[in-house]
């Protein structure tokens, strides 16, 4: 740049370098798989740009220089084709950056079910739901391998969890896996946002939403798995941190995933109360379910939840409960003010940064990065 009078002569001169570099050369996406009719795979590779490009190597990056850089990876929710993945979690990277975030950056991807979304689809096919579920429990596994690697490759405190609607599913179970494991913390601070999971998950005390007369199973996610045992998640210890965002007027959280519970148990599962006994059923046969072995089956495809969803659900204890301060966000309060919109339920992704960049400031803020 050039200035100059009115003669022409030179006053100043200065010049910059921009380098203009593809986002997916600039994060990491690691995936378990995208088809959601192949399980997972416990051990996430590096996936490719989508569409795959095969000129185009997987981003990676090299080794940290200093050993204090901060990793933060995210996990998406439900419904979410492969491009789909990426345009959020690319979202999540940008508005970080923008509020000030210099460290680095990676999504997991996980096999999800692809619905075209209406309340027609729940009720005639509540198993595609309930199959994304199910896959994300089974993708706990791999998330938690990956975490495990980062842990080693970042060190004990620098590696960040952010997880959105059903990958919450993936996140809890992973954090709660590195407990049973004995692995201590593995996450310096899990960041919840708008939770697709039972709230009594994590605290059986947390209220009890209207329930229809035909629900018939136990409540196994506040009791696991006898009457009287603790809840599903308690004593979880894999995050140093649990914050919970949440927003008491969900729309999808009510119109998808409360209407799904409604419905189960699903078509060819049943649960017996006189014996105790969750099972599926054919034509000429059966199939009898126990816990712990079938857990995730039963979670997804039989037991009703009877607590709100987690991401609608306020003063959430157990691992969110730090002395007598709830580690929370209330979303439908300012300066977010998350409506009851369905846009909403994805607000932080789909909504632009100008209204949106107080939400990703208050996750940094959590995460004590800011």
């Not at 950056?105 to 619905?115: A, K």
């Not at 996450?187 to 994590?202: E, G, L, P, R, W």
């Not at 209220?207 to 229809?212: A, F, G, Q, T």
């Not at 798995?225 to 914050?243: E, H, I, K, L």
Request: charged share 15%; glycine share 8%; net charge negative.
């Amino acid at each position: 740049m050039t200035i100059a009078d009115g003669s022409g002569n030179t006053l100043a001169q200065t010049e910059a370098f921009i380098e203009i570099v593809d986002i997916k050369q600039m994060y990491e996406r690691w995936t378990v798989g995208d088809n959601s009719q192949v399980l997972p795979v416990s051990v996430a590779t590096l996936a490719p740009d989508y569409p795959t490009n095969s000129m185009t190597a997987p981003f990676q990056y090299s080794q940290a220089q200093n050993t204090n850089t901060p990793y933060i990876l995210h996990v998406h929710g439900y419904n979410m084709p492969t491009w789909c993945k990426d345009r959020f979690a690319e979202t999540e990277y940008k508005r970080l950056y923008w509020q000030g975030y210099q460290g680095r950056y990676g999504s997991f991807r996980w096999p999800t079910t692809v619905q075209n979304f209406s309340f027609s689809t729940i009720f005639s096919d509540a198993q595609a739901f309930d199959l994304s579920e199910a896959n994300a429990w089974a993708s706990s596994k791999g998330l938690l391998n990956l975490l495990m690697n980062l842990d080693k490759v970042y060190g004990l405190g620098n590696v960040y969890l952010t997880a959105h609607s059903h990958g919450n599913v993936v996140a809890g179970e992973a954090l709660r896996q590195a407990t049973q494991q004995g692995l201590g913390q593995v996450v310096n601070t899990y960041v919840a946002m708008q939770a697709a999971i039972d709230s009594h998950t994590y605290d059986a005390t947390t209220s009890i939403r209207p329930l229809l007369p035909s629900y018939s199973t136990p409540d196994r996610y506040g009791q696991y798995y006898t009457n009287g045992a603790p809840c599903y998640f308690n004593g979880v210890s894999g995050a140093g941190t649990y914050v919970n965002f949440f927003n008491i007027n969900d729309w999808a959280l009510v119109n998808t995933w409360e209407l799904d519970q409604n419905e189960k148990p699903d078509n060819g599962y049943s649960y017996s109360s006189d014996l105790d006994t969750w099972w599926a059923y054919g034509v000429f046969s059966s199939t009898i379910f126990t816990f712990p072995t079938n857990t995730y089956t039963i979670f997804s495809y039989i037991d009703q939840g009877h607590g709100f969803a987690f991401g609608m659900q306020p003063n959430v204890g157990g691992p969110f409960l730090k002395g007598s301060t709830h580690n929370q966000v209330e979303l439908d309060l300012p300066p977010y003010s998350f409506g009851t919109a369905h846009i909403y339920h994805s607000g932080e992704f789909r909504s632009d940064n100008p209204q949106r960049w107080q939400f990703w400031n208050s996750v940094l803020t959590q995460m004590k990065l800011k």
